[in-house]
C-alpha cells in the first residue's frame, strides 16, 4: 500500500514537471533528480497550469495525497480560482468589460468595450472574422486581455479609486488561463494571479550559462531570442536576458545596455541553438556575445 502511494507521488510529481514550459528546465531536473517541496509544487501547478480547468483538476487531485496543510491550500486555490472566475462573468452593476488582443505579431492597438462577458466571446469572433490576415501567421497563438471595469452610476462613489476590477486571460481558444481579482491584492497576495510569470518562492535548478544564446517568452506571450547574462541563478528569481530585439543588440549600441534587459522566471526561458537564428539575428547575437566577454555584466 505505502509503496503505491509512494508511485502515485512520483507519477504525479513528473506530471507537475512537465507543466513547466522550458524543455532545458525540465532536462535539467531529470539529470539532476532535483527535489522539489510540496509547496513547490503547488505553485508550480498554480502559476503553470495551461488553463483554469487543468489549474482545479490537478489541484484537487494533488490535495489527495499531500500532507493536511498543503491539500488545505491546494483546495482553498482551486475553489477561489472558480469563485473569481464565475463573478468575473457576472456584472450586476453595470460593469463593462475591456477587450484587447494580442495577434503574433504584438498587441494589436485596439480595444473593444462589451457590455457583458458572452459579448466579450462573440466580438472575438467578429475580429477574426474581419482580420484574419492578423492570426494566419501563427495559427493558435493569439490571446486575450479583458478587463472588467466599473461604471460611475451616481450611487457607487468609491469607483473613482479603482480603474478596474477583475482582470482575465483567455488562450487561442477563448479558455480562461488565468483570472485576477484586483481588490484581493491587498488582503492576501498568495490567492492572486496578476501576470503568468508568478510563482511564489520556487527554487529551480541553475541550467544556464553567462552569455547563452536563449529564447523565452516575454510578458505579452511572444517568443524571444536573447543572450543570458546572467552567471548565478538565486532561488525564486528572474533570470536577466537581453532580447536581440532590443534596440541595444539590434544597434550594437551597448553602453545603456541595462535598460534593455528583462526579467523572466526561469520555465519561460530555453535554451536556443544558433541554427534557429536569421542571418540578421546571427550577426547581432555573436558581435553582442563578444562584447559581453570583454565587458562582463554585473
Known amino acids: ?124 469572433d467578429i475580429f477574426h472574422k474581419e482580420y484574419p490576415y492578423k492570426i494566419s501567421q501563427v495559427p493558435g497563438k493569439a490571446k486575450y486581455k479583458i478587463t472588467k471595469l466599473p461604471v460611475f452610476n451616481g450611487r ?21 488561463v488565468y483570472v485576477c481579482d484586483d481588490s484581493i491584492i491587498y488582503k492576501n497576495d498568495r490567492y492572486c494571479r496578476i501576470a503568468p510569470h508568478h510563482v511564489h518562492h520556487t527554487h529551480f535548478p541553475c541550467f544556464l550559462g553567462y552569455g547563452d544564446l536563449v529564447k523565452y517568452t516575454d510578458n505579452n506571450f511572444f517568443e524571444r531570442y536573447g543572450v543570458c547574462l546572467q552567471k548565478h541563478q538565486g532561488p525564486d528569481c528572474g533570470i536577466r536576458v537581453l532580447s536581440l530585439d532590443s534596440n541595444c543588440a539590434a544597434f550594437h549600441s551597448y553602453e545603456r545596455l541595462i535598460e534593455d534587459i528583462d526579467l523572466i522566471l526561469p520555465p519561460y526561458v530555453d535554451a536556443a541553438s544558433t541554427d534557429e537564428l536569421d542571418e540578421e539575428k546571427l550577426e547581432d547575437y555573436l558581435k553582442l556575445k563578444e562584447y559581453l566577454k570583454d565587458h562582463p555584466y554585473t
Open 156 to 176: 457607487n462613489t468609491d469607483v473613482v479609486y479603482y480603474y478596474s476590477i477583475d482582470l482575465c486571460y483567455l488562450d487561442a481558444d477563448k479558455n480562461p
Open 1 to 124: 500500500m505505502h509503496e503505491n502511494i509512494r508511485k502515485g507521488d512520483i507519477i504525479m510529481t513528473d506530471e507537475i514537471i512537465r507543466l513547466l514550459p522550458s524543455k532545458s528546465l525540465r532536462d535539467k531536473i531529470r539529470e539532476t533528480e532535483y527535489a522539489f517541496s510540496e509547496e513547490d509544487l503547488l505553485y508550480i501547478i498554480y502559476a503553470y497550469a495551461p488553463s483554469n480547468e487543468k489549474r482545479t483538476e490537478m489541484l484537487f487531485r494533488f490535495a489527495e495525497t499531500a500532507s493536511p496543510e498543503i491539500a488545505e491550500h491546494a483546495r482553498s486555490f482551486a475553489e477561489w480560482d472558480k469563485a473569481v472566475f464565475d463573478t468575473f462573468r457576472k456584472n450586476p452593476n453595470g460593469e463593462i468589460y475591456e477587450l484587447c488582443v494580442f495577434t503574433p505579431g504584438g498587441f494589436e492597438g485596439n480595444s473593444y468595450y462589451c457590455s457583458s462577458y458572452p459579448a466579450v466571446l462573440e466580438r472575438i
